[in-house]
């Protein structure tokens, strides 16, 4: 029981990150139908934006600095999803599926390896640990801090999905997800509200990774790759382009791969998570709350 | 409609370029006697290069689907000999072979439940899927987990065995030419022409009696086959391998070789292939800033020359 209960613990955690990470895929591939193969690396950007704040904030960052560094990281996350679309992806949306994908891969490559020549290539350690008083609940350590990272995800996740489905601007996302050229024609400014769509998702993964570092203490350049591939994954398991889709698909992931490592062991956690993704694609492609994404383009 | 015929045999141009390919096929064949080791190892490479390309060339040049974990299949044609030849002591030139077969399998494994899938699932699939390989290889007790395989006997022919660097230069070499010749009859055949027709208009073809996935799924086998031969070829040319050789940038740097050279024409991916593994080789200096500069490369490229550096002399495909 105790057992179950930490590994449940976990589970939301780490399913947090990958449901805030997934919004951003499958906003972004709702929206341009564009598979952002950089998404991931955006939560790494968000954790070393987060680590140069606190590093500037210097040894007695108190709650203030952590709270900077949090919207540092969304917002330079933000504008920096912003300039990607604009300088790699615009230029190709009428181009072959294949250019724009080649292009990702590219631009994946530039943050990563941007990131490893500015901060060094090792494991950095974040300089804020979160406390972690907290207390028990059927045997199983629960702090605060993980009560902070639950509640700050449903916070983001819930604004979201009311900006998406209340207002103006998220009815101009949709309309756009249904049909790009009339959504043009009635008056809608199409590239803006798609560097909108690309400033949340970004943002949301940015924030995710500033919490993660601060979570797991310690970041490097290649951390968003297995966790962006995993977080593609949620955004399947619960039906690209559906936002509550990702978010439970996070959720289910997180469970799955916590209670997984428990049972196949830690060294063959992520063989276990992409097999989930093989067999969803095959078994279900539309996942659990998708649309219809066999149709052909 | 888009013009489908790309790869043009080069004969049909011109008299003077068989001429001229002989005569280069000739200064290739004898570059041990004027070459030094390291020219002829970074030459090995190049060429180990130019058939990985050539293979990958079939599933995203000829049939337009991303494939992003096509180390994934050398790693099972590299595999399949060291763990052949070193715990069941088999002759080398039959576990070539089987690599090449067992990495088609895997091919079709991975394909047949996601090619009816768009294709870029297909590119995140493969991506995991060469994630799965390597973790499986770092992990398994038989692959050798971290470390690896090493002491992979030498090959041999006959009495003659395999020894020195220009021996594998030369069956590099071979392997090189006839993936090329191979990968051209294949583009230009009765297949090829389906593998283009799908890239270019996948309803259209489909109209027109193509049966898509066993199409694509042929592709994705054969492109495979190929990635294992050359995986088989480098295990004993190294004579250890380890799971790293085989991680993401590996499956990147070939796909860069294509995309560089031009997509689907393979004067391009040869010359990309060549490219990949010489220019870094060139500026030793920049070594760190390699990925940074090969990133930056893939984006402009895509935007501004989309065909490649050495693109069909025909016209325009895109």
Redesign the interface.
């Known amino acids: 029981m105790e057992m179950f209960t930490q590994q449940m613990i976990n589970a939301l955690i780490i399913g947090s990150f990958y449901a805030l990470i997934a919004l951003g895929y499958s906003m972004v591939y709702g929206i341009i139908k564009?598979?952002n193969?950089a998404h991931g690396d955006l939560y790494m950007v968000g954790a070393f934006v987060g680590f140069a704040v606190l590093s500037l904030f210097g040894g007695g960052t108190g709650l203030l600095g952590v709270v900077v560094a949090f919207f540092a990281a969304l917002l330079f996350g933000g504008l920096l999803g912003i300039g990607i679309e604009r300088?790699?992806y615009r230029?190709?949306l009428s181009?072959?599926?294949?250019?724009?994908?080649?292009?990702a891969?590219?631009?994946?490559?530039?943050?990563?390896?941007?990131v490893?020549?500015s901060f060094g290539p090792s494991f950095k350690v974040y300089p804020v640990q979160l406390p972690t008083e907290g207390f028990q609940i059927f045997g199983a350590t629960l702090t605060y801090a993980q009560i902070l990272i639950i509640l700050l995800s449903v916070l983001l996740m819930t604004a979201l999905h009311l900006f998406v489905t209340r207002s103006l601007y998220g009815k101009a996302m949709r309309a756009i997800s249904i049909d790009h050229a009339a959504t043009s024609l009635m008056g809608i400014p199409v590239t803006r509200i798609i560097s909108l769509t690309f400033f949340i998702g970004s943002s949301l993964a940015a924030a995710s990774g500033m919490m993660a570092g601060m979570y797991y203490g310690q970041i490097s350049f290649m951390m968003g790759?297995?966790v962006g591939?995993k977080a593609?994954?949620a955004a399947?398991i619960g039906g690209i382009g559906s936002i509550p889709g990702a978010m439970l698909g996070g959720l289910v992931l997180g469970l799955l791969e916590s209670f997984g490592t428990v049972w196949l062991g830690s060294?063959?956690k992520?063989?276990f998570a992409?097999?989930i993704?093989?067999l969803i694609?095959?078994l279900k492609?539309t996942g659990l709350l998708g649309e219809n994404?066999?149709e052909?383009? | 409609m888009a013009q489908l015929q790309t790869t043009t045999p080069l004969a049909k141009k011109s008299p003077l370029i068989p001429v001229l390919l002989a005569l280069f096929a000739v200064i290739l064949f004898l570059m041990p006697y004027y070459a030094n080791n390291y020219m002829l190892d970074v030459a090995t490479m190049a060429l180990f290069y130019v058939v990985l390309a050539l293979g990958l060339n079939i599933v995203?040049g000829y049939a337009?689907l991303?494939d992003?974990g096509y180390s994934a299949f050398f790693a099972v044609g590299a595999y399949t000999s060291a763990i052949l030849m070193t715990q069941f002591q088999m002759n080398f030139w039959l576990t070539f072979l089987i690599g090449g077969a067992l990495a088609a399998l895997a091919g079709i494994i991975?394909g047949a439940?996601?090619l009816?899938?768009?294709?870029?699932?297909l590119?995140?699939?493969t991506?995991?899927?060469g994630?799965?390989i390597r973790?499986?290889a770092?992990?398994l007790e038989i692959t050798g987990s971290s470390s690896g395989i090493f002491g992979i006997p030498r090959p041999s022919i006959g009495g003659y065995a395999f020894t020195h660097l220009y021996d594998f230069y030369w069956a590099m070499l071979l392997l090189a030419i006839l993936t090329l010749f191979a990968v051209n009859r294949l583009g230009n055949s009765r297949l090829g022409r389906a593998w283009k027709y799908i890239r270019e208009d996948?309803?259209a073809a489909e109209a027109m009696g193509i049966d898509r996935v066993r199409v694509k799924l042929i592709a994705y086998a054969l492109g495979a086959m190929f990635g294992g031969f050359a995986g088989s070829l480098f295990a004993v040319k190294m004579s250890a391998i380890a799971p790293e050789s085989f991680n993401?940038m590996q499956s990147?740097m070939i796909?860069l070789a294509i995309?560089f050279g031009g997509?689907g024409r393979l004067p391009g991916v040869v010359l990309g292939a060549v490219l990949v593994i010489i220019l870094p080789e060139l500026m030793r200096s920049f070594a760190?800033?390699r990925?940074?500069l090969?990133?930056?490369?893939?984006?402009v490229m895509?935007?501004f020359r989309?065909q490649g550096l050495w693109p069909s002399g025909r016209g325009k495909t895109?």
């Open positions: 564009l598979l193969f300088v790699a230029p190709l181009s072959p599926r294949l250019t724009i994908l080649i292009t891969v590219g631009v994946s490559l530039v943050l990563e390896n941007g490893m020549k790759f297995i591939l593609f994954t399947v060294e063959w992520d063989v992409f097999s993704l093989i694609l095959v492609p994404v066999t052909r383009m | 995203v337009g991303l992003l991975i439940p996601t009816r899938l768009r294709s870029d699932y590119a995140i699939v991506l995991g899927f994630e799965i973790i499986t770092l992990n996948e309803d993401f990147v796909l995309v997509l760190e800033w990925f940074l090969f990133g930056i490369a893939l984006v895509m935007i989309p895109e």
